[in-house]
């Protein structure tokens, strides 16, 4: 090799090292400011914290040298509900001043009061309270001058402003409702080549709720569903209206949380209707109101459905233990029910399943249904309501109701047996809150 080609080799070996070491050094080059803005910031708000306490502190000690108290620990134990506060957040007198520290107190109590761990009542009872005592809580002369050193200027407030006390009484009710009118109209002229008339209907729904839950493992729901419908056709020479959907229901249930879903329940279901049930040309009448009336107490578990990300909303209610009343009013249709001639009532003992759902499928489009089933072991009621509802705007809905029903007390028809069917399909206004 000649001597130009060694010193050529030789270079770019000096050039290849060259970078490799700076490639080196780069890699274990750490930023500077190694700290993320996020711990910076969190270090600040601790320093800013403190300084606020020790401007407090300074405050308290300039005013009564002697008096010294540790009434700030309370804010950084575990929450606990404290009498003194709450006696000195009410009463009126010069006397009963709220420092900084009991509104912190009141504050937390009334806006989070499910992070309050126990009450003064429970500490006392473990071992009473611990006042902490002025002497202790002198410091040292040394650390005294070294605060007055290291003190930061006291924030005082303007004590002339006047500051205004606002309690908020928590509400644990929840008031919903939703309402619904549907109309219905078929015009067929006389001499159409299929037959058939005309006819004029009208559906009106309401739902009301009222549910109370405290956060602590007591709920009390109540509902209330209102269906009333009203048809009018020409073939009908004996009535000049007649209903075609008639429903007055309640249903209560009073709860005690188990665990994080299920609920010991207690629930109620009384039913009965508004107007006389007819049949066209049929001088008949087949029910009326509080013929039937019929209530379901019964007691057992709850499980709270929330599923598909809180689309899927509701409660299944498994009851063991059920009672069954059923009370007509009028005599004539007590064997239309299962009554023997010449009463009104009859009661039995068997067990039930009420299932009631929300299903958002889309945006628009909406299942509600609710499944109820009842059995004494030696005859069953099944009945199963499912309302799918089609969104056009905010106000504008159209409906499709199907309801089977299985009743094996009632006498059993040739062509259907012990099922019932209602089917039908609507569009109309509708309107929730």
Same mark, same amino acid.
């Not at 709920?219 to 007649?242: C, F, I, P, Y």
């Not at 063991?320 to 009343?325: E, H, Q």
């Not at 009621?381 to 299985?406: A, D, G």
């Given at each position: 090799?000649?001597?130009?080609?060694l010193l050529?080799?030789?270079?770019?070996?000096?050039?290849?090292?060259?970078?490799?070491?700076?490639?080196?050094?780069?890699?274990r080059?750490?930023?500077t400011?190694?700290?993320?803005?996020?711990v910076?910031?969190?270090?600040?708000s601790?320093?800013?914290c403190?300084?606020?306490?020790?401007s407090?502190?300074?405050?308290?000690?300039e @005013?009564?040298?002697?008096?010294l108290?540790?009434?700030?620990y309370?804010?950084?134990?575990?929450?606990?509900?404290?009498?003194?506060?709450?006696r000195?957040?009410?009463?009126i007198?010069?006397?009963?001043?709220m420092?900084?520290?009991?509104?912190?107190?009141m504050?937390?109590y009334?806006?989070?009061?499910?992070?309050?761990?126990?009450?003064?009542?429970?500490?006392?009872?473990?071992?009473?309270?611990i006042n902490?005592?002025?002497?202790?809580?002198?410091p040292?002369?040394?650390?005294?001058d070294?605060i007055?050193?290291a003190?930061p200027?006291?924030?005082y407030?303007?004590?002339?402003?006047?500051i205004?006390?606002?309690?908020e009484k928590?509400?644990?009710w929840?008031?919903?409702?939703?309402?619904?009118?549907?109309?219905?109209?078929?015009?067929?002229?006389?001499?159409?080549?299929?037959?058939?008339e005309?006819?004029?209907?009208?559906?009106?729904?309401?739902t009301?709720?009222?549910?109370?839950?405290?956060?602590?493992?007591?709920?009390?729901?109540?509902?209330l569903?209102?269906?009333?419908?009203?048809q009018?056709?020409?073939?009908d020479?004996?009535h000049?209206?007649?209903?075609?959907?008639?429903?007055l229901?309640?249903?209560?249930?009073v709860?005690?949380q188990?665990?994080?879903?299920?609920?010991?329940?207690?629930?109620?279901?009384?039913s009965?209707?508004?107007?006389?049930?007819l049949?066209?040309?049929?001088h008949?009448i087949?029910?009326a109101?509080?013929?039937?009336?019929?209530?379901?107490?019964s007691v057992g578990?709850d499980?709270?459905?929330?599923?598909?990300?809180?689309?899927?909303?509701?409660s299944?209610?498994?009851?063991?233990i059920a009672y069954?009343y059923?009370?007509?009013r009028?005599? @004539?249709?007590?064997?239309?029910?299962?009554?023997?001639?010449?009463?009104?009532?009859?009661?039995?003992?068997?067990?039930?399943i009420?299932i009631?759902?929300?299903w958002?499928?889309?945006?628009d489009?909406?299942w509600?249904?609710?499944?109820?089933?009842?059995?004494?072991?030696?005859?069953m009621?099944?009945?199963w309501e499912?309302?799918?509802?089609?969104v056009?705007?905010?106000y504008?809905?159209s409906?499709l109701?199907?309801y089977p029903?299985?009743?094996?007390?009632?006498?059993?028809?040739?062509?259907?047996?012990?099922w019932?069917m209602?089917?039908?399909?609507?569009?109309?206004?509708?309107?929730?809150f």
């Amino acid at each position: 090799m000649s001597l130009r080609n060694l010193l050529i080799v030789l270079g770019f070996f000096m050039a290849f090292s060259s970078y490799a070491q700076s490639r080196y050094r780069l890699h274990r080059t750490h930023p500077t400011d190694t700290v993320p803005v996020i711990v910076k910031q969190y270090t600040d708000s601790l320093s800013a914290c403190r300084e606020r306490i020790d401007s407090l502190s300074l405050m308290r000690r300039e @005013a009564d040298e002697d008096n010294l108290d540790g009434t700030y620990y309370r804010l950084f134990v575990p929450p606990t509900f404290y009498h003194d506060v709450v006696r000195r957040a009410f009463t009126i007198g010069a006397d009963t001043v709220m420092g900084m520290e009991d509104q912190s107190m009141m504050d937390l109590y009334l806006r989070r009061p499910d992070l309050v761990a126990s009450t003064q009542s429970q500490l006392e009872h473990t071992g009473g309270i611990i006042n902490p005592e002025p002497d202790k809580m002198k410091p040292d002369a040394d650390m005294v001058d070294v605060i007055e050193m290291a003190k930061p200027d006291p924030v005082y407030p303007d004590m002339d402003m006047p500051i205004n006390i606002y309690v908020e009484k928590p509400n644990f009710w929840t008031v919903s409702g939703d309402y619904s009118l549907q109309l219905f109209q078929n015009f067929v002229s006389s001499n159409w080549y299929k037959g058939g008339e005309s006819n004029y209907s009208v559906l009106g729904t309401v739902t009301l709720q009222a549910n109370y839950n405290n956060k602590q493992r007591f709920r009390w729901d109540n509902k209330l569903e209102m269906r009333l419908g009203l048809q009018s056709s020409r073939g009908d020479t004996l009535h000049a209206v007649r209903a075609s959907e008639d429903l007055l229901r309640y249903t209560g249930k009073v709860g005690l949380q188990a665990s994080k879903r299920w609920y010991y329940t207690f629930q109620l279901i009384a039913s009965t209707q508004f107007m006389h049930g007819l049949k066209s040309n049929d001088h008949t009448i087949y029910s009326a109101f509080l013929s039937p009336l019929t209530v379901n107490p019964s007691v057992g578990m709850d499980y709270n459905v929330n599923g598909l990300k809180g689309n899927l909303t509701g409660s299944v209610h498994l009851a063991p233990i059920a009672y069954n009343y059923t009370y007509v009013r009028k005599l @004539a249709m007590a064997t239309r029910y299962g009554i023997e001639e010449g009463r009104r009532t009859k009661s039995d003992f068997g067990s039930e399943i009420t299932i009631d759902l929300k299903w958002q499928i889309t945006k628009d489009i909406r299942w509600k249904t609710r499944m109820y089933a009842y059995t004494t072991y030696k005859r069953m009621l099944m009945e199963w309501e499912n309302t799918l509802t089609f969104v056009v705007n905010k106000y504008i809905s159209s409906n499709l109701f199907l309801y089977p029903r299985f009743d094996d007390s009632a006498k059993r028809d040739d062509h259907h047996g012990f099922w019932q069917m209602k089917e039908y399909i609507s569009l109309g206004f509708n309107y929730g809150f």
